[in-house]
């Protein structure tokens, strides 16, 4: 009968590791594959196919110590290599299951195939050189082949050969002599490579045995080895049993930890790179640890990928459970499987844990019942040490294998009667001693376990083993990075798995809870006892907590913003489900309200208005609570304040508690001392403490109730788990009763998706063009809920019912933007921002999205081509549309634009343009512009086009005389009516901004009265040209003959920089007068006289003697408005005859004559 382990259990031996280079025969098919393992090798069989180009390439794995890489290159090398009759065996054991099948025949297909002869080479050996390389290589094929006891020499060899001779005659003239191999059939070295040159085999035995006699190398030359490995491999393939070489490089990492390591690499580069050519068949497959790349650059590691498939190897749990329960002999089958079943059938919780990140936990639970007495938390430590940590030794495995403790434990009676398991202390006094001598790693727990190992000790077994649990779950969670699978967390929940099912089973939580009053391990927010290396002063520490009590985190809210962790949780898990645009910021008592208001009111100015806006309001105690519930009371009832009308004030029930607030602190100062120490780790761990005390506040927050104080509306608590529907159905509706998200039906029907802040196009250009409901389910999925939002308000035909719900938001919407333009100065520009603006507020809360877009588009699709911009074009439909989505832009990036300024055409401007249109034929298809569809585009066509082809001014026409109509059947002649029409449509299309509406109507009148008379004249070209030369020659002052008029008007077109149709008769006449003052100074004159004046711009006539320098229109025109003045300001006709009777004794005969007549 069994009375110990010992008596059940026996351990094998057995070597830790693999090693390639001292490979025994049929030693590689104790490999145990997994799915890891198989991975690896699908991506080999492909490449090694060779029917991919992309894929055709050689390999590196890595892995840390212990994973098993080795030992699974050497099984590929096996399977590439062998004869297949010695690979079968394994081969259909290991993947004799049906889910193995692929793989199975890809191997077998592979060989029909293919066969790869294995080179092996092992670390850095003797190189010292990169040069070193080319010989390394070199030496490991040829060995290979002598084993093989094959024979190949190939050109290279010989070039090689005959160019050291070349190179060293005197060390192979001494060779010849002194080796009768050579010398008796070379009498010099001259000789010799004429007999090498031919390609003599016998001759070349003969070198090749001189120099193993004298023990000499001949190394190739870097740049010759790749093609000297291609000659071996195509000879290979000539001698028809393999296709290639399989150079498998085995603890590459010692080449790439030493100084030549990155030039080697790049040696072997050129090599993998020549092995990529689709006709060859052999491959590098370099074995290294994960730190080989850590001195490779972006570009190192760019070309290393381009070349080898990179293949990372961990040590699975699976297979890791399973490579240990081999070191178990079990003796007596039956026994060991009733206390195991006894085990685990006490503590099934462990199986589905240790087996939880298992792709085959039925496996999995049958190798850990296979390493019973061994805990499967032990089990799970101590493959976690392999694959994270690892040791040159490979240790991991002696744990069981080699270690006396182990043994002990087999062997005491006492363990075997208690039924105790193989717990995690064990493992830590294994590993102990690596560890210690890792103090950057592991300095930490090292520490605290000698600081408090005498302490706890004394405390009992159940302290110490829990003690040493802990800090192995540290240490291997400080360090695990991406491998950390969640089992080696410190949590209670991973402590209490370590020990479950042993005598220290009911002891866990109180010795937790020692710890953690003793200050030994603490436990952090999260239920983690973590371990964390401190050197912190403790002075400095109570300053800094005195501090942030004062300063950083005097007040609740700093709390809450010190980092992202509240926002995060208000945003993900309390409002996840809210379709309204918000915003939030945390506050709390400040003890001045007036300051907090403060705060508030400029939070709520940030925001959109469009948005919700919440002041969570959250407390530290308490008292504190009380505070601010009464404060948001006020706030929302106070009606005077207007800044504070729809602010959302949510106070939450769950306070803080000045026990955590202080422990808060602590971890604060911890973090800040740490920080000004350079202590890196410390800092974070700290932090992220003090993140999660903030995230378990809030998820006790979320659990919890709320009170919302809106407007002064009745208060109802509310949970806070609740929050998302709250705020759809109850909240946001009472800040925006006539916005789209107040549609109840369509709140129900319509996805969150629906809601998403976005610009779109097509749900305006529907509203715009749709004349049927029936358009609006061919619309895209996503935005097809709109239908929800008018039925209850528009017919089939879109059209509005005559029974539409009272405050129904889309008709709300709608009647709005109509009193918005109908009430709007017409005479003014119109900007959507500004005037539309108040859609955004409270009560209506427009924002980008499809529903508030469709309700906008609808409410302006009346407008289209009714809406001008500012060039005078109507805006039909499709500018709308672009309209319509820019302005939710504008609203969405806060910046008006001037793009969204428009303006409205009065009726009689319309009516006027059509007459326009009329009376000039702007609209002929001859017209270059004839696209004239506003008052501003008739001005423009009359002015540049139809006067343009005029080639005079309208006003022109005024001065026509009778004949200039004698092409008419009517006797013509313009009178004051006409000239009245004619400057009317002249000071039109003059005005920049025509803001005359009683000069319009009169056009519109005349035009009516006078069409007929208007057409005739503006038919007769002549009429322009006569009118325009009548102008000039009534200038009396000027005195302009017929004659010059063609040379006036030249001189004007050169002069006047505007085009025709916008001279006016003061312009002509100021031009014309220029024109005749540069023609008084190209008169030839007496060279001994100065030049006598025009005696028509001069009030009598000089002496001949005087010279009359030339006149200065500005001068003139200034006294011109100067005299009129005067005439204005005389009051009696006395005044005005004693003007007249004084410019009769002074004036010239002009002016005499002007009086005459």
Sequence with gaps: MATKYDDIIKLRGGKAAYDIAEEKQGEWISFIPNEQFNSVLRTVIKSVRCNDIDFHKSFWINGTYGTGKSHAVAVISHLLGDDVEDIRKWVDY???????????????????????????VYGLGAMTHPGDVALVLQKAVTETLRKHKIEIVVPTDYENYIEQIRQNPEIWNHLIDTHTALSSVVSDCEQLVENLKTGDLGIFHRVTDTLREARLDIRLNNDNIKNWLIEVQDRLAELGTYNGLLIVWDEFTDVMADAIGIPVLKQLQEVAQKFMNMENNSYMFLISHPSAFNGMDAEQMKQTDGRYHRMKYNMESVSAFKIMSRKFEIIDEERHRQMRELFYSMNPQLLDIFTATSNDQQSTRDDLFNLY?????????????????????RSVFEFLGQNDSIREFL????????????????????????????VTNYGAVTERYNSYKLQVANEGDAYFAVFKGILLLNAFNNISGENNNGLVTPSEDNIHALFAGTRYDGKIDTVLQWFNEQGIIQRAPGGLYSVQFSALPSGEIEEKKTEMRNVQYRYTDQVLNFSEAASTAFEKKMMQKVIRPYEFKFFSDHQNEAVLRSQIKNSRKDTKTSALFFALLMARNNTELGVLRSFAEKCAEDEDDKDLKNIVFLVFDEVLTDAKYEQFIEYQANYACASSHGFIDQQNVHREHAVSMVKEWMDSVQRGNAIAYINGVEKQPISVKHLSSIVNGVIAPIIYPYGPDACELLRQKAPSTFWRQQNSKEIVRTFIFATSKEELTTITAQMRPVQYLVQECLDDNMEWKNDIPENDPFKVVYDKVQNIIKYADKSLPFNFDEKFSVLQKPPYGLYGSFAPMAMMAFALKPWANKIFDMQGKPRDKNALIDDIVYLFKVWDDKKSNSKLNFKFQTPEEGKLCKDLISLFKLNSKDNTYSDVSSLKDARYAITAEFLGKKGYPLWSVKYASEEAFSSLPVIMKVNDAERKLIDNIVTICMERDLRNPALVKETIDLISELRIEMKNILNVDAAFSDGFKNYLMQLDYINIQENDVDEVKHFIEQNLQSTVGYWTEEEVEKKALQWKSSKALQQPVDPQTPPAPPTSLVGEEYPPTTYVPPVNLDIIAEKRKQAKSHIASITTLDDAIALLNKLCDEAGEWLLDKINS
């Design 94 to 120: 290991e993947y004799k299951g049906k889910k193995f099948e692929s793989i199975r025949d890809s191997i077998y297909k592979l060989r029909e195939s293919k066969r790869l002869l294995t080179v092996k």
């Design 373 to 393: 007495p061994l805990h499967p938390g032990t089990a799970n430590l101590a493959t976690h040490y392999a694959t994270v940590v690892g040791s040159s030794s």
């Design 411 to 438: 062997d005491s009676e006492d363990r075997f009667l208690n039924r105790d398991t193989i717990t995690a202390d064990y493992l830590w006094d294994y590993v102990l001693k690596v560890f210690q001598d890792d």
